[in-house]
């Protein structure tokens, strides 16, 4: 159950922690919005969280950074964090029991403080996370949202790993054309799409726009984390949450 904090307290953003298995708590970045037709449960990436510093998520990852593009589109948003277990999440942790426990505690208890969809999200590493987290709940969730999709071979395994073939649920692959990092290349990202078998609507989007990347290609200020143009990618995700299948 959430630690202190009742729904009707939210009534600005909120870092919400919950005990979400035996002498464990996870916390979640709660935006909860006025009129909000869906929420999305953000996964960043690297070894996860949200650099919470100042009481506020200050991380630059590309979902951590763009909350506030989706919080205007009428989306509730959480931003998923660290389990008091695991500092930094790993690839095989982003697909063990512990994190789906963990992940599902955390929908349950945002469904009982909204009663709109859920949809998952993950950027990177964080597409473990939102890919592993879609088989496991089924239809309980809405859909799913990859971006950066992380295919290539690493230690703990990938995306391509994951029995893909097993979602129910509507599935967006998003990825940048200029997107230089090995372990996310497009047209790896691309050959998803037909393993996803039981999904009802699937789509793969390729964008090619932003400016002034810098820094290592697989970090979140390259086209990598769509730098220079995370409002149109924010806007064309949130149009496809809307109306899956267009």
């Known amino acids: 159950m959430a630690l202190g904090l009742q729904p009707a307290a939210l009534a600005q953003d909120t870092l919400v922690q919950l005990a979400t298995r035996a002498g464990v708590t ?3 970045w709660w935006m909860p919005r006025d009129g909000a037709v869906a929420t999305v449960l953000l996964f960043s990436g690297g070894g996860g969280g949200i650099g919470l510093k100042d009481g506020v998520p200050q991380s630059g990852n590309f979902l951590i950074r763009s ?6 589109a009428a989306l509730n ?11 930094k999440l790993t690839p095989a942790f ?5 994190h789906l426990a963990d992940i599902r505690a955390t929908v349950e208890d945002i469904q009982k403080r909204s009663n709109v969809p859920v949809w998952l999200v993950g950027t990177s590493q964080g597409t473990l996370s939102a ?21 290539g071979r690493q230690f703990g395994g990938s995306v391509a790993d ?22 996310t290349p497009a047209y790896a990202a691309e050959r998803l799409i037909g393993r996803l078998e039981r999904a009802p609507f699937k789509k793969y989007v390729e964008v090619d ?28 995700i949130v149009q496809w949450i809307r109306k899956p299948g267009n």
């Open 77 to 87: 948003v959480a931003l998923v964090g660290n389990p008091s277990d695991a500092i």
């Open 209 to 236: 726009g932003g400016a002034d990347p810098t820094g290592d290609p697989c970090e979140a200020f390259h086209f990598h984390g769509f730098i220079g143009m995370e409002s149109q990618a924010v806007e064309q």
């Open 26 to 28: 996870t916390s979640y």
């Open 67 to 72: 909350r506030d593009a989706f919080a205007k």
């Open 94 to 98: 982003r697909q063990s029991p512990e």
């Open 131 to 151: 890919a592993a987290n879609s088989v496991a709940l089924g239809t309980s969730i809405a859909g799913l949202v990859l971006t950066s999709t992380v295919t």
């Open 162 to 183: 994951i029995a893909l073939e097993q979602i129910l649920v509507p599935v967006l692959i998003f990825q940048h054309k200029r997107d230089a990092c090995r372990l």
